[in-house]
T-cell receptor, first 114, second 111 residues
Framework: NAGVTQTPKFRILKIGQSMTLQCTQD?????MYWYRQDPGMGLKLIYY???????DKGEVPNGYNVSRSTTEDFPLRLELAAPSQTSVYFC?????????????FGSGTRLTVV | DAKTTQPNSMESNEEEPVHLPCNHS???????IHWYRQLPSQGPEYVIH???SNVNNRMASLAIAEDRKSSTLILHRATLRDAAVYYC????????????FGDGTTLTVKP
């Protein structure tokens, strides 16, 4: 069981470039989330999805886009990279949203924008 | 979203118990209390969760106050591998399970 897989693990982007961070889970979880973590800080929610075809904004969505065409995949798109998007990005999943279910996190993508 | 408050840092000696506190005075009746830990350069890892009663698992114990406004994660015998950032969060099933992660408590374990 792979759990939540994120690719790539590291990436350096130039200002204005675009990229997609990939996230896939093999646990048949319905809910998926994208968080970012700046150095020494906690995690901030970017976007989340409660099922295929349904996405919604978190607390810091500006500069990002998501899609959820399948239960397994939840890619995060950066259209015009800016230095403020330098961060570590974590994808997480949960069977459902109720509090009885926990999150499973991926190992993260470390992104640097120069 | 209901918020949690944790001390920024704590220290412990190896093989001694550690009690990590968390305040969540605005917790609602449907919120579950979850604890996660994050080792350096890794994603957060689930530790334990509970609603009203104290909980035990192979990793830790969770003690929940009777009024549910605070909780304590207990590591019975700290090891060097327990050095991590510990996050206490609330999961609200009425809000798509969105949770706010604060800055957590950085636990240092001394040999």
């Amino acid at each position: 069981n792979a759990g939540v897989t994120q690719t790539p693990k590291f990436r350096i982007l130039k200002i204005g470039q675009s990229m997609t961070l990939q996230c896939t889970q093999d646990m048949n979880h319905n809910y998926m989330y994208w968080y970012r973590q700046d150095p020494g800080m906690g995690l901030k929610l970017i976007y989340y999805s409660v099922g295929a075809g349904i996405t919604d904004k978190g607390e810091v969505p500006n500069g990002y886009n998501v899609s959820r065409s399948t239960t397994e995949d939840f890619p995060l798109r950066l259209e015009l990279a800016a230095p403020s998007q330098t961060s570590v990005y974590f994808c997480a999943s949960s069977y459902l949203g109720q509090g009885v279910y926990g999150y499973t996190f991926g190992s993260g993508t470390r992104l640097t924008v120069v | 979203d209901a918020k949690t408050t944790q001390p920024n840092s704590m220290e412990s000696n190896e093989e001694e118990p550690v009690h990590l506190p968390c305040n969540h005075s605005t917790i609602s009746g449907t919120d579950y209390i979850h604890w996660y830990r994050q080792l350096p350069s890794q994603g957060p890892e689930y530790v334990i969760h509970g609603l009203t009663s104290n909980v035990n698992n192979r990793m830790a114990s969770l003690a929940i106050a009777e009024d549910r406004k605070s909780s304590t994660l207990i590591l019975h015998r700290a090891t060097l591998r327990d050095a991590a950032v510990y996050y206490c969060i609330l999961r609200d099933g009425n809000n798509a399970g969105k949770s706010t992660f604060g800055d957590g408590t950085t636990l240092t374990v001394k040999p």
